[in-house]
């Protein structure tokens, strides 16, 4: 089975902070990581993703994730917040050798305040 | 416009009524997909296409739905006598398994189901 896991519900931080989005997960075999972020009445938008090689993988928007397999994580940070980064965030996976489903976290608030 | 498109982009039904809902990938994406997300929740997986080919049925998808991609272009989703608890946001993604977009899929803006 399959599973990833968004510990908190919401995270506050204040405009020009370092953000960290925190998500675990749970696979058989190689994961196939992502994240993506979700705007009020827009569909979900891809950010990054985690296939292979470098443990740390930059994508859209100044994001960035890190790998850790050990810990089984794939944390979302980004060096300095803006206001407008604030949206509903999801981790998501699937294996490397099972079918194409992605298994998405519950989403975590990020609330980036002036 | 070339990303993924939904219509309708919101429905209201009656109990027991029937819906369908379409959904158009980016148009050199050979695999589709079907998500319900509701409150609070992430996306579930429902099922997918390669080209017009079902391959994979989540056990959420109840004798009620059913979904179709008889060209392997546009995709429609049918839920048959709703209820009430089908009322949810409706998702549809789409992929490629070549080139850019390789892994990641694109997703559309939805189409909000409310059931009365």
């Known amino acids: 089975a399959q599973s990833v896991a968004q510990p908190e519900d919401q995270v506050n931080v204040a405009e020009g902070n370092p953000l960290t989005v925190k998500c675990t997960y749970s696979?058989?075999?190689?994961?196939?990581l992502f994240w993506y972020v979700q705007y009020p009445n827009r569909g979900l938008q891809f950010l990054l993703k985690?296939?292979?090689?470098?443990?740390l993988v930059k994508g859209s928007y100044g994001f960035e994730a890190e790998f850790n397999k050990s810990q089984t994580s794939f944390h979302l940070k980004k060096p300095s917040a803006l206001v407008s980064d604030s949206a509903l965030y999801f981790c998501?996976?699937?294996?490397?050798?099972?079918?194409?489903?992605?298994?998405f976290g519950k989403g975590t608030s990020l609330l980036v305040t002036p | 416009d070339t990303g993924v498109s939904q219509n309708p982009r919101h429905k209201i039904t009656k109990r027991g009524q029937n819906v369908t809902f379409r959904c158009d990938p980016i148009?050199?994406?050979?695999?589709l997909y079907w998500y319900r997300q509701t409150l609070g929740q992430g996306p579930e997986f429902l099922t997918y296409?390669?080209?017009?080919?079902?391959?994979?049925k989540s056990r959420l998808l109840s004798d009620r739905f059913s979904a179709e991609r008889p060209k392997g272009s546009f995709s429609t989703l049918e839920i048959q006598r709703t209820e009430q608890g089908d009322s949810a946001m409706y998702l549809c993604?789409?992929?490629?398994?070549?080139?850019?977009?390789?892994?990641?899929?694109?997703f559309g803006p939805g189409t909000r189901l409310t059931v009365t």
């Open positions: 998501a996976v699937r294996s490397s050798n099972s079918g194409y489903a992605l298994n």
């Open positions: 985690y296939i292979t090689g470098d443990n």
């Open positions: 148009s050199e994406h050979n695999r």
């Open positions: 296409f390669q080209n017009e080919a079902q391959l994979e």
């Open positions: 993604a789409s992929s490629s398994d070549m080139g850019i977009g390789l892994y990641e899929q694109y």
């Open positions: 696979v058989s075999g190689n994961p196939y």
